[in-house]
């Protein structure tokens, strides 16, 4: 008996009416991107594992999709590793390429291998799948579609801002109101580090505090005692965690908190800066917040981060995020070139224009009208109309099989084709056509010319 078809956990199929969904979305993101000045561009499904290993931390680098070495190069796996039960050393020594994790790290790559042929800065936009070994959730696949778009070669605060209203553009085109865009800097979380005594210890600081809207104030402090950062330093974390209040209250906090620290007080100049160009230029349907405790666990941001919030009430996490990287060009040989880049998840986005029903109706690809086939010379005629039709841009086909008029009804109504157009030896005779409305039963002889007109 043959086995039952299926896919794999965390994938998925798409029906035409989702596809044509998610097309709306990236065409959305996609004249965005470019009205902003972004240059598309596009890089393998995979990357070689080196240089992507050791750049998302410890815990994203368990999430990478490694690929099985082939062939002749089987033969270079490393036993002695296994007998020595060192797994992880075994398993890098069967691959040596991985699904890209991401866009971030890829595009990096490319801006080093082509640096003669673009000019700085350069800004890109991406629109492309990734992997990760993630377990499936709602909301979160093990491959998904990104659509980033990053600056690389300047050190401009006028890129985030630039972010900033990207993002506000395109929620804004997309009907998608009370939005929120997280904002933090990685130097602020660097200064409370070393004010607490865990500058050694940032990453697993930035990471365990980065959990705190998953899991808690009490398990994040558990977590940050497991690695090593001391209770008095904990708690002196403590006005963090109750930190509230709108951006400047929450800056004053925060100045009086990092006092000792230049480079927190230069995190929080660098917020100080984007937060009063937004409230210039102003945004038309999303939030600018403060969230001192966001983090995001890259181990590759070194400036402002971002992290995009649905509208509350949606179980839902982000939408989208980024934020500054003042060297990731330096892992592929390239130094002090900064950039700055942001996501938009389009999962998570598509999931809420779907709970929100904010989905325009036109946005269905589906045929507008289906010639009713009643024979070879009738179906020869239609199809000299279809071709007019189409030429006019309406999406229009002819069944095609010369069966039953219930059976080619019933099809039509199925997929939701809103009319239907009766070619019989009547209307070859005239040089008309007979025009039924699905919804209405209503039935009119028409014109080509009026057709076109009508179905338009």
């Known amino acids: 008996m043959a086995q039952k078809p299926r896919i794999s956990k965390g994938t998925r199929d798409f029906s035409p009416e989702q596809v044509a969904k998610r097309n709306y979305i990236f065409s959305t993101i996609k004249s965005s991107f470019e009205k902003f000045g972004f240059q598309p561009i596009e890089t393998p499904s995979f990357e070689l594992s080196e240089p992507l290993l050791g750049k998302y931390g410890e815990e994203g680098d368990r999430l990478i999709f490694k690929i099985l070495n082939s062939g002749e190069k089987v033969k270079r796996a490393d036993l002695k590793a296994l007998e020595q039960n060192n797994l992880a050393r075994f398993s890098n020594s ?59 070669g300047s050190n401009s605060l006028w890129q985030e801002i630039e972010f ?83 951006f400047d209250s929450q800056v004053n906090s925060l100045k009086a908190i990092l006092s000792s620290s230049q480079e927190g007080l230069k995190g929080i100049e660098e917020l100080e800066f984007i ?26 941001y070194t400036g402002a981060i971002f992290e995009v919030s649905a509208p509350e009430g949606l179980e839902i996490g982000s939408i989208g995020g980024g934020g500054r990287y003042d060297d990731l060009t330096g892992i592929f040989g ?14 998570r986005i598509y999931m809420v224009l779907e709970e929100l029903s904010l989905f325009p109706k036109t946005v269905n690809t589906n045929t507008e009208v289906l010639f009713i086939n009643f024979g070879e010379q009738e179906a020869l005629y239609s199809l000299k109309a279809i071709k007019t039709l189409r030429k006019a841009g309406i999406r229009a086909e002819l069944y095609p099989d010369n069966t039953k008029m219930k059976k080619q009804m019933t099809y039509a109504n199925r997929r939701e084709i ?23 039963g209503e039935q009119l002889s028409i014109e080509i010319d009026k057709l076109i007109h009508k179905l338009k």
């Open 94 to 152: 069967l691959s040596e390429k991985a699904l890209r994790y991401d866009l971030t790290v890829p595009f990096a790559r490319y801006v080093v291998q082509h640096q003669n042929e673009i000019e700085f800065p350069f800004k890109r936009y991406q629109i492309q799948p990734v992997w990760r070994a993630d377990r499936p959730q709602k909301g979160r696949f093990q491959e998904f579609y990104q659509c980033d778009a990053d600056v690389v």
């Open 418 to 440: 809103p009319f239907v157009v009766l070619v019989g030896e009547q209307e070859m005779k005239s040089g008309n056509f007979t025009l039924k409305d699905m919804q209405t």
């Open 275 to 300: 937060d009063n160009a937004i409230s210039n230029l102003g945004l038309k349907t999303t939030t600018l917040r403060l969230n001192v405790t966001l983090a995001r666990g890259l181990n590759y």
């Open 334 to 347: 390239l130094k002090n070139v900064s950039g700055v880049g942001i996501s938009f998840g389009l999962d």
């Open 164 to 246: 900033i209203q990207l993002y506000d553009e395109v929620f804004s085109l997309l009907k998608l109101e009370r939005v929120t865009i997280n904002i933090n800097n990685r130097k602020i979380l660097s200064g409370i580090a070393e004010v607490i005594g865990a500058k050694d210890k940032l990453i697993d600081f930035t990471v365990a505090l980065d959990k705190l809207d998953k899991i808690g104030e009490e398990n994040v402090k558990e977590e940050m005692l497991a690695k090593g950062i001391s209770l008095e330093g904990i708690s002196k974390l403590q006005p963090l965690f109750s930190l509230s209040g709108d």
